[in-house]
């Protein structure tokens, strides 16, 4: 006889009914205990899904792998499961509700056979708040139950709000045989669920994460009247105590973490400002009684990619991640610390890899490449509370009101440092159009111009033609819109080298775009793409770059931008008659300033 902790008939009989699919041997309620977080974590040591790090030098620290096949999100194998193809819209995958669950179904009966059921109640914001929403995720990893303690509130105080709220989205998660070819991630809007199976990799299997907080959040925001974004949330504490706070929309490989928690340039350091993290991946965002946009974290973690990650990109995750963390796919150092490329300090002299193989610095494949000690994609989990800007607004159930959003991406020679939308509309198109070349480090040409509309591209639950006229309405919903900007940290001279130091000194453009909401910076360069600062209008105190540096970041080619035109309508081209007029006419009007 099972025993619940609960009374709520619907997820009683919806917690039987997959259990009688996937047969576990028992079923464990995750409750948020420490002493059931310590239990799991023995469990899971004893199992062999976790290995315990240097407990002196990383306090409470773990380290997983996962399958050599399982090391990233399978975008190709993630579903938007709606009754019609049309409302998935040209950019998801899409598969029929029926077919999905019969395929599924035939994957998960058994899965759990000899291994446990963990029951997680899961809240994704502040327990209680407005702008939350519950999830109860069924997973057989402990792994997964562990990661989600922290990416999310879990356990006891979820329950008992459930108790009272009712709705909750439906989450299943089994490893089954970790078999690629038996992978699926499927998202069902209308039936607010989520099943993923034959994965163990966080983004795929962390099923709060992308997985709700943004393709089933998207949808149920355009139905309720918000806006569920991948974005961060900053605080910018300005000289005189008061805090603005921005959201912001990047592509992965631009600096988004790094970000959310800068550390002002010793230039700037004598205004006083302070950074404050609210959060460096999503954000809920909800019309407020005056008309104003405000804004959660709906997290309680960070789940970020490690290699790249030091002292001198972002010394505040580095102090984040030293404790209380979960890392994934690292290389294990001979003292039971972990590395990763570009970490602080001295290669390693040897080490175990993320495959679990012996490794040593120099060692090269079959074809000549280097074998990596930790994966491109390896990652740590650690709570927010542990980084040194977290924001005292964390827990606060009426979020942050947002003054400007802030769109970017990386180009090398296309988009000035920063332009400012010229309307609400025009910046929707901003965001729209959003683009990055790619890096040695993603798949595909160098160079390559990939578009990733407000870097919701793999996320948005729905038809992106839709997603884009709904902006529009919000805009048209609100008293004060945010003001939109556009950046782009990533411009490079005729030799390939940035122009931008970028890291701790792009708080100098913060600061121009924060006296643009504030009405102190009035004189600017009408562009045909937006609003320029004047080069005299950043702050360089404290920075020395090559005479003329700054005029060349501020640059607008009208002939490279004639070209991306090009680009821009091949993009919205597929969306046929469902792409909004409004974004055709935005597409015109720079047409005609470019050729005027």
Not at 394 to 399: F, R, T, V
Request: aromatic fraction near 10%; charge should be positive; include cysteine.
């Amino acid at each position: 006889m099972i025993k619940f902790p609960t009374h709520h008939k619907k997820l009683i009989a919806w917690v039987n009914k997959m259990a009688r699919m996937c047969e576990p041997v028992k079923i464990v309620w995750i409750d948020g205990s420490s002493q059931q977080k310590k239990k799991l974590e023995e469990e899971a040591i004893t199992g062999g899904e976790l290995i315990p790090l240097n407990q002196e030098k990383l306090p409470d620290c773990f380290l997983h792998r996962t399958s050599i096949d399982d090391v990233a999100r399978t975008e190709h194998l993630t579903f938007i499961c709606t009754k019609r193809k049309h409302e998935a819209g040209p950019t998801n995958n899409w598969m029929s509700p029926g077919l999905a669950y019969r395929k599924a179904k035939a994957i998960f009966k058994g899965a759990m056979k000899g291994r446990t059921m963990y029951v997680i109640p899961f809240s994704m914001g502040p327990v209680g708040s407005a702008f939350s929403k519950i999830g109860v995720q069924l997973t057989d990893s402990r792994y997964v139950a562990l990661n989600m303690l922290i990416v999310a509130r879990a356990g006891e105080a979820v329950l008992r709000q459930l108790e009272g709220d009712g709705e909750f989205t439906k989450c299943l998660h089994s490893k089954a045989q970790l078999d690629i070819n038996k992978r699926l991630i499927l998202h069902f809007p209308q039936d607010n669920t989520i099943w993923s199976v034959g994965s163990g990799y966080g983004g795929n299997v962390l099923l709060g994460k992308k997985c709700l907080s943004l393709r089933i959040a998207s949808f149920l925001a355009r139905r309720e009247h918000w806006l569920a974004e991948h974005m961060l949330i900053m605080g910018v504490e300005e000289p005189n105590g008061h805090i603005k706070y921005i959201a912001a929309a990047f592509p992965s490989a631009c600096g988004k973490t790094n970000l959310a928690m800068l550390i002002p340039p010793e230039g700037l350091k004598r205004k006083g400002y302070r950074i404050w993290t609210v959060g460096d991946d999503i954000a809920w965002m909800r019309i407020d009684s005056d008309g104003t946009l405000w804004a959660i974290n709906p997290e309680s973690g960070f789940f970020g990619v490690a290699p790249g990650t030091n002292s001198k990109t972002n010394p505040n995750i580095v102090e984040t991640i030293k404790k209380n963390t979960i890392y994934t796919n690292v290389l294990l150092k001979p003292d039971g610390t972990v590395w990763w490329e570009g970490a602080d300090g001295e290669v390693p002299s040897r080490g175990i890899d993320w495959r679990g193989q012996p490794w040593e610095p120099g060692e090269v494949d079959a074809h000549g490449k280097p074998i990596l000690g930790a994966h491109p994609n390896s990652r740590f989990t650690a709570p927010i509370t542990n980084c040194p800007s977290a924001s005292f607004r964390l827990e606060q159930h009426h979020g942050v009101p947002i003054s400007a959003i802030v769109f970017g991406g990386r180009r090398a020679h296309l988009a000035p440092l920063v332009y400012e939308s010229f309307s609400w509309q025009h910046g929707v198109f901003v965001g729209a159009t959003m683009a990055s070349e790619l890096t040695a480090a993603q798949v595909g040409k160098i160079g390559q111009v990939r578009r990733d509309p407000m870097a919701m591209l793999p996320f948005c639950g729905y038809n992106m033609a839709d997603y884009f006229r709904y902006w529009l309405d919000m805009g048209k919903r609100m008293v004060k819109r945010p003001q939109i900007f556009h950046v782009n940290w990533f411009r490079t001279d005729v030799q390939g080298k940035f122009l931008w130091p970028g890291f701790g000194e792009n708080l100098r453009v913060l600061e121009w775009i924060l006296d643009r909401c504030n009405n102190k910076a009035e004189a600017v360069v009408k562009t045909p793409v937006g609003y320029i600062p004047r080069a005299s209008d950043i702050d360089m105190t404290g920075l020395e770059l090559p005479s003329g540096t700054l005029e060349k970041l501020l640059v607008i080619d009208k002939k490279e931008w004639l070209e991306e035109l090009k680009g821009i309508k091949a993009f919205f081209k597929q969306f046929k008659k469902d792409l909004p007029q409004e974004l055709w006419q935005e597409y015109e009007d720079l047409k005609n300033r470019l050729e005027e």
